[in-house]
């Protein structure tokens, strides 16, 4: 064998090392592990596990079910992309629910008040969104670098402070209108230039997928070149896993936490816009909540990886989308609920055993070498 098929064998090992295939098993593991739960818990409440599993199947791969799962899913990614800037920085913004409902509000207060040609119309309501929820992240990111507050504490309570500065908002008569037909009240609807239309790509049904689901994609794509492919993102993840290591090497761990958040909230501001740009057109009372939590389980799920993060949040949508069937079948559709949370605590265990057993590897490894005399050579010199 040449030195270059060798090298090549060599790489191709290692991409399939214990450690790698344990990687990738941990997840599928953990969904699996997950299913056992649930099954537990339907045969203690008297429901069928396999025949529920059909039902939720059947209803899921539906033409109107896949169109919902995908929308579902258009949310959830972006809402998990902007929690997993923050860990890839060590940091934990749990602000993401509330970034995101302001930013929704304040862009659609914007985009009701004005008219422009379509393409100006929106992209001005995406770029409001974007900058109230990178402002809104900011406050954190300022309290942190400047004060030592835990984000994890400041972004908590900015999330109420966020609601209750939207609830006010929206009784402002100048803001908001009521909702014909309803005791609603939302801001003032977007005009048909300021509408993303939805894209017709599932056969057999007459409703459509988020047009804002390209942008979506195309943030994936951006978060991975950003984080893994530029010297800021390799500053940034160097940050995040040492500190000490970081600032040895000449970056300013300040200037990155802070750019670390406002990137995040940036990103949150876009979790509301395929909702509020392709379904809704207006925000009001009944606007979705809690995607910046659900952000949070898909972001583990995928182990911030922006593909393990896209099959994270299919996932989840899907098994949102199911739960709406099986109360028609007098089964509880809190099951589903069950399940993703079984599913999140499974994947950090499993995480964690794949860490342990690295370093455990590692660790024997180096002991075989050492017991076998092989001299021991600074990293990096050549053999």
Same mark, same amino acid.
């Given at each position: 064998?040449?030195?270059?098929?060798?090298?090549?064998?060599?790489?191709?090992?290692?991409?399939?090392s214990?450690?790698?295939?344990?990687?990738?098993?941990?997840?599928?593991?953990?969904?699996?592990?997950?299913?056992?739960?649930?099954?537990?818990?339907?045969l203690?409440?008297?429901?069928?596990?396999?025949?529920?599993l059909?039902?939720?199947?059947?209803?899921?791969?539906?033409?109107?079910?896949?169109?919902?799962?995908?929308?579902?899913?258009?949310?959830?990614?972006?809402?998990?992309?902007?929690?997993?800037?923050?860990?890839?920085?060590?940091?934990f913004n749990?602000?993401?629910?509330?970034?995101y409902?302001?930013?929704?509000l304040?862009?659609?207060?914007?985009?009701?008040?004005?008219?422009l040609?379509?393409?100006?119309?929106?992209?001005?309501?995406?770029?409001?969104?974007?900058?109230?929820?990178?402002?809104?992240?900011?406050?954190?990111?300022?309290?942190?670098?400047r004060?030592?507050? =835990?984000? #994890?504490?400041s972004?908590?309570? &900015?999330?109420?402070?966020?609601?209750? *500065?939207?609830?006010? +908002? @929206? /009784? $402002?008569?100048?803001l908001?209108?009521?909702?014909?037909?309803?005791?609603?009240?939302?801001?003032?609807?977007?005009?048909?230039?300021?509408?993303?239309?939805?894209?017709?790509?599932i056969?057999?049904?007459? =409703?459509? #997928?988020?047009?804002?689901i390209i &942008?979506?994609?195309a943030?994936?794509? *951006?978060?991975?070149? +950003? @984080? /893994? $492919?530029?010297?800021?993102?390799?500053?940034?993840?160097?940050t995040?896993?040492?500190?000490?290591?970081?600032?040895?090497?000449g970056?300013?761990?300040?200037?990155?936490?802070?750019i670390?958040?406002?990137? =995040?909230?940036?990103?949150?501001?876009?979790?509301?816009?395929?909702?509020?740009?392709?379904?809704?057109?207006?925000?009001?009372?009944?606007?979705?909540?809690?995607?910046?939590?659900?952000?949070?389980?898909?972001?583990?799920?995928?182990?911030n990886?922006?593909?393990?993060?896209?099959?994270?949040?299919l996932?989840?949508?899907?098994?949102?989308?199911?739960?709406?069937?099986?109360?028609?079948?007098?089964?509880?559709?809190?099951?589903?609920?069950?399940?993703?949370?079984?599913?999140?605590?499974?994947v950090?265990?499993?995480?964690?055993?794949?860490?342990?057993?690295?370093?455990?590897?590692?660790?024997?490894?180096?002991?075989?070498?050492l017991?076998?005399?092989?001299?021991?050579?600074?990293?990096g010199?050549?053999?």
């Open positions: 064998m040449s030195p270059a098929e060798s090298r090549f064998a060599d790489r191709l090992l290692g991409r399939v214990p450690g790698g295939l344990l990687s990738l098993a941990a997840p599928v593991l953990a969904v699996v592990f997950a299913g056992l739960i649930t099954s537990v818990v339907l203690l409440t008297g429901a069928p596990p396999l025949e529920t059909v039902i939720m199947a059947e209803y899921g791969t539906q033409p109107r079910s896949i169109v919902l799962t995908l929308n579902y899913a258009t949310t959830f990614y972006l809402s998990a992309l902007a929690v997993a800037i923050g860990f890839r920085m060590n940091l749990i602000g993401v629910d509330g970034q409902r302001l930013a929704a304040v862009a659609a207060a914007v985009g009701g008040a004005l008219t040609p379509a393409p100006l119309h929106v992209a001005l309501i995406v770029c409001v969104a974007m900058l109230v929820g990178a402002g809104w992240a900011a406050i954190a990111g300022l309290l942190k670098v004060r030592g507050v =835990s984000e #994890v504490i972004t908590i309570m &900015l999330n109420a402070v966020a609601t209750a *500065l939207g609830a006010w +908002l @929206l /009784n $402002r008569e100048r908001a209108v009521e909702v014909a037909g309803s005791n609603n009240i939302g801001t003032r609807p977007l005009g048909p230039s300021a509408q993303v239309p939805g894209l017709a790509i056969p057999g049904t007459g =409703s459509k #997928v988020f047009g804002l &942008l979506a994609v943030m994936g794509v *951006l978060y991975h070149v +950003l @984080l /893994n $492919r530029t010297r800021f993102g390799f500053d940034l993840r160097a995040g896993r040492s500190e000490p290591a970081a600032v040895a090497s970056v300013d761990v300040k200037k990155m936490i802070l670390a958040m406002i990137l =995040s909230g940036a990103m949150a501001g876009l979790v509301g816009m395929p909702q509020l740009l392709g379904a809704s057109y207006s925000y009001s009372l009944d606007f979705p909540t809690g995607l910046g939590f659900t952000g949070i389980a898909i972001a583990l799920l995928g182990r990886n922006p593909v393990g993060i896209a099959f994270g949040a996932l989840w949508a899907f098994l949102d989308t199911s739960s709406g069937i099986l109360q028609l079948h007098d089964i509880s559709p809190e099951i589903v609920m069950i399940m993703q949370g079984t599913i999140v605590l499974s950090i265990v499993a995480y964690e055993l794949v860490h342990r057993y690295r370093i455990a590897a590692g660790q024997r490894r180096v002991s075989r070498e017991a076998g005399g092989a001299p021991a050579r600074p990293e010199a050549s053999a």
